[in-house]
T-cell receptor
Framework: KAGVTQTPRYLIKTRGQQVTLSCSPISGHRSVSWYQQTPGQGLQFLFEYFSETQRNKGNFPGRFSGRQFSNSRSEMNVSTLELGDSALYLC?????????????FGPGTRLTVL | AQSVTQLGSHVSVSEGALVLLRCNYSSSVPPYLFWYVQYPNQGLQLLLKYTSAATLVKGINGFEAEFKKSETSFHLTKPSAHMSDAAEYFCAVSGNNDMRFGAGTRLTVKP
């Protein structure tokens, strides 16, 4: 079974731009979660989607948003990029809803904001 | 609110030696606890997960962790380190619709 895939793997943007990251979960998984990883703040939970609905949300500004499609694929959008948004963005999928479920992570998208 | 503290940002062991990575958690509800490993330029891979079924949890690659409620700890151990164990390890706690990770411990294995 194919793992979680994320596209693109690397991205360079400039301040003020917006960006969309994509995540395809493992087949049969209905939950997708997003995380931000930076050297300074470490790993932080962004949000979780299940059945096309955001179920849980971390402590991030409204510039960070996401959605999930009927095939469980998910996109994450960051508007008005700031230098501090430079990070590795990780997507994880799980079978059921809830962060207690075992999550399988993708390789991440490395975003650099110049 | 939940939190995780990993004691020691860097741990160095010799090949064949015991690996001990420390994790303490804080949670207002019965926690789910996880250990993940991250290799360079890769995502996280689950090593093991505590779900209250048993206090001693066995994971992949010879790792195990023991849940100690009285100490609010969930330390990760492996009896004999292998060169391939060199990576960054993260402890995490979930509950109350939130997930928190520790800052990570980088494990170095010396030949």
């Amino acid at each position: 079974k194919a793992g979680v895939t994320q596209t693109p793997r690397y991205l360079i943007k400039t301040r003020g731009q917006q960006v969309t990251l994509s995540c395809s979960p493992i087949s049969g998984h209905r939950s997708v979660s997003w995380y931000q990883q930076t050297p300074g703040q470490g790993l932080q939970f962004l949000f979780e989607y299940f059945s096309e609905t955001q179920r849980n949300k971390g402590n991030f500004p409204g510039r960070f948003s996401g959605r999930q499609f009927s095939n469980s694929r998910s996109e994450m959008n960051v508007s008005t990029l700031e230098l501090g948004d430079s990070a590795l963005y990780l997507c994880a999928s799980s079978i059921g809803q809830g962060l207690e479920d075992t999550q399988y992570f993708g390789p991440g998208t490395r975003l650099t904001v110049l | 609110a939940q939190s995780v503290t990993q004691l020691g940002s860097h741990v160095s062991v010799s090949e064949g030696a015991l690996v001990l990575l420390r994790c303490n958690y804080s949670s207002s509800v019965p926690p789910y606890l996880f250990w993940y490993v991250q290799y360079p330029n890769q995502g996280l891979q689950l090593l093991l997960k505590y779900t209250s079924a048993a206090t001693l949890v066995k994971g992949i690659n010879g790792f195990e962790a023991e849940f100690k409620k009285s100490e609010t700890s969930f330390h990760l151990t492996k009896p004999s380190a292998h060169m391939s164990d060199a990576a960054e390890y993260f402890c995490a706690v979930s509950g109350n619709n939130d997930m928190r990770f520790g800052a990570g411990t980088r494990l170095t294995v010396k030949p």
